[in-house]
């Protein structure tokens, strides 16, 4: 048996279409057209490449975009002032800032500073604390990508096992507490791995869901995975490049391997990744609709 491939590009897709059909309704009954503020301080190729990105999916969804590019030495202080002034637009339904920021500045300052009515990457600790009391909010766009890939995918979390190996506060945590919750989509029974987890095999053959969050690559083999369970890949590992240059990925997951034990199992590259993005989109059209009263 092969496992089945859930193809986070064909979601994502999915929910672009959906939200190109929300976005013009918002501004044609509504005169409302979504905003997206991104800054990027400094010139890492990493996070240039990953802005770029969301200017692109922000003008092909019909999103206002607007790019801050801040010189590496931009002082804390006159990051805040860009960020309080954002807060304030009313044509930026969302901010985002690009980390890592350079080491002037202190992120969870940044954090802060943000509005919770305009925490679309929804790592605020007001998001956080809704998040984990059940409430809603701006969930962080990687972990509700993975939710979104569960029930999109077709794969039941209602009563499963779900085991989440990776415990960082941008997927194992808000994932964990996203999947725990008594809601549709959720309602799973969640244990998390990590480095002082003594025997983490004992667990992940146990998972009817297994989320690998790890930063490893190949750390997930297939002696790991219980027959039939549902694999999610989060990792993006650089392995190599080609003649040419281009970058060689792999996840977390043996994926050769795996795919013959597991009913179901994403890609990478193809799988979490364009779901984040999407659900960037999302929660910036959840924050325009906020803002006008229109949920």
């Known amino acids: 048996m092969t496992a089945r491939i859930i193809s986070g ?27 997206l503020a991104t800054i990027i301080v400094g010139d890492d190729p990493a ?9 692109k999916s922000c003008q092909s969804l019909g999103i206002f975009s607007a790019n801050f590019p801040l010189p590496n030495e931009t002082s804390e202080s006159d990051l805040l002032d860009l960020i309080e002034k954002l807060n304030h637009d009313p044509k930026i339904s969302g901010i985002l800032v690009q980390v890592p920021l350079p080491s002037q500045i202190d992120e969870g300052c ?7 009515d305009k925490d679309v990457d929804g790592f605020h600790p ?3 604390g809704r998040m984990v009391a059940g409430q ?7 972990p509700h990508g993975i939710q979104e890939l569960l029930i999109r995918g077709g794969v039941e979390t209602k009563g ?10 941008i997927v194992g945590k808000p994932v964990a507490n996203i999947l725990m919750q008594k809601a549709n989509g959720a309602n799973a ?10 025997d983490i095999s004992a667990h992940t053959l146990r998972a009817d869901i297994l989320i690998a969050a790890i930063g490893k690559p190949k750390f997930i083999t297939a002696d790991m995975v219980k027959a039939g369970a549902t694999v999610i890949d989060v990792g993006t590992n650089e392995i190599g ?28 590259p193809g799988g979490v990744g364009p779901m984040t993005i999407v659900m960037l989109m999302a929660n910036t059209v959840k924050a325009a609709k906020l803002a006008h009263q229109l949920n």
Not at 136 to 141: G, I
Not at 160 to 169: F, P, Q
């Open 110 to 116: 940044v954090m802060m500073a943000i509005s919770p």
């Open 9 to 35: 590009t064909e979601i994502a897709q999915q929910i672009r279409e959906e939200l190109k059909a929300e976005i013009i309704h918002l501004k044609e009954q509504h005169g409302v057209v979504p905003g």
């Open 126 to 128: 007001v998001s956080a």
């Open 47 to 55: 996070s240039q490449t990953y802005v770029g990105s969301k200017i």
């Open 241 to 268: 490049k080609t003649p040419a240059g281009k970058r060689i990925l792999c996840g977390d997951v043996d994926f050769d391997k795996v795919k013959e034990v597991a009913a179901a199992i994403t890609p990478v």
């Open 136 to 142: 809603p909010t701006f969930l962080p766009c990687t």
């Open 160 to 169: 499963a096992e779900v085991v989440i190996v990776g415990r960082s506060n």
């Open 189 to 198: 029974t969640v244990t998390i791995c990590h480095s002082a987890t003594r």
